[in-house]
């Protein structure tokens, strides 16, 4: 198949996109956070095709995309209070909301859980395909499994090309790291997965959060876990990523002592100058943390080459945006974490 290439900003293009999805095609959106792999989430044999066209394990559930917040009880059974507060603050945007499931949703597209995630997402072009499609849209972020996510149109071509109907270019994603997911179906809320809106934002509005133990420690493949998708190697470029803490100096004289060609060194722009000669990439300021989750999925997409062996990566410590960047780099690093410091 010929993947098309479509504009965001063409309104008879987002007309085009409706239709392929309303046809169960598939076609790779864009949003705030990455872009996602949208088919009809009401159409089993459309999201098969998304499994299909990732190689994504049938045991990870999508989330459903929306067109605004009053959509949510066409397909949750029950929606708590706290849901509408959060959507009321947090909609559109990156928020993911994990909510008992009603059964108009197809088990594909949940894998068989009583759940389901939904989000309405920022980005104005997709809320209107959406809404010219008149379904939602089941959509995992649209790079092959295990792979670093896609956050321009070009990395989506790139894993995609020939497998899906199109691709709806909208410019490079703002936030650059896949939605924050919490789960409303327990006591206390609970985050599955730090992103955009951070652990700060909803512990201010809810006054209470849990963390799920996937967001911060390695998950074997056969421990139940509430986001079945934390459990899968992610977020990894073929070499192996290590990640090298402590400050500045000590992660730059590790790293000299231990860098060979062609490994690969990842730094904060700010440290560019510490790695003369190593032909350092840079995924954004430390300073500004928003500039490093933009830039990270690129970055490690760039440095996607099974010729480099070893790729040392420094890290942001801290919450806010930073949490988020900090997740996705030690998932992607298998959390192989070197102390600069104390290891010779
Ligand atoms: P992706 O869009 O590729 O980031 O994948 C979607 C993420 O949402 C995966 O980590 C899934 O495990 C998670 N997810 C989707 N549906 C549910 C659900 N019903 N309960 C918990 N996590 C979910
Ligand atoms: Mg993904």
Redesign the pocket.
């Known amino acids: 198949m010929t993947t098309k290439l479509l504009s965001a900003q063409k309104p008879e293009d987002l007309s085009l996109a409706a239709e392929l999805l309303r046809r169960g095609g598939l076609v790779a959106l864009p949003t705030e956070t990455?872009y996602?792999l949208g088919a009809n989430g009401l159409d089993e044999a459309a999201v098969a095709k998304i499994f299909a066209a990732k190689g994504?394990p049938q045991d990870?559930?999508?989330?459903l995309h929306i067109s605004q917040p009053d959509e949510m009880t066409r397909f949750c059974r029950s929606i708590p209070q706290t849901a509408w507060l959060l959507a009321e603050h947090f909609w559109p945007g990156p928020l993911?909301m994990?909510l008992p499931?009603k059964d108009t949703v197809p088990k594909r597209t949940?894998?068989g859980?009583d759940?389901?995630?939904v989000r309405c997402p920022e980005t104005a072009a997709t809320r209107q395909i959406i809404r010219l499609a008149g379904v939602p849209i089941a959509?995992?972020?649209a790079n092959l499994s295990g792979k670093p996510?896609t956050t321009t149109a070009g990395h989506v071509l790139h894993d995609m090309d020939g497998k899906i109907d199109a691709i709806v270019d909208g410019g490079p994603c703002r936030v650059g790291v896949?939605?924050t997911?919490v789960?409303l179906t327990g006591r206390r809320p609970r985050l599955?997965?730090p992103g955009g809106i951070t652990p700060e934002m909803l512990q201010g509005l809810l006054g209470q959060l849990d963390i799920d133990k996937a967001v911060v420690a390695q998950i074997s493949d056969d421990t139940v876990v509430?986001?079945?998708?934390?459990k899968y190697k992610h977020y990894a470029p073929a070499a192996d990523v290590v990640i090298v803490s402590g400050s500045r100096e000590d992660a730059a004289a590790y790293i000299r002592r231990h860098w060979q060609a062609p490994n690969a060194v990842l730094c904060f722009e700010e440290e560019l100058p510490l790695y003369g000669g190593l032909n350092p990439t840079a995924y954004g300021r430390q300073a500004e943390p928003e500039t490093l989750s933009a830039g990270l999925f690129a970055a490690l997409r760039k440095l996607d080459d099974s010729a480099i062996g070893t790729i040392f990566a420094r890290c942001p410590e801290g919450g806010g945006i930073a949490y988020a960047v900090q997740n996705r780099l030690r998932k992607s690093a298998g959390f192989h974490i070197v102390d600069a410091a104390r290891t010779p």
């Open positions: 990455v996602g994504r990870n559930p999508l989330i993911t994990v499931v949940t894998a859980l759940t389901v995630a959509a995992p972020s996510s896949e939605s997911i789960d599955l997965r509430h986001a079945p998708g934390m």
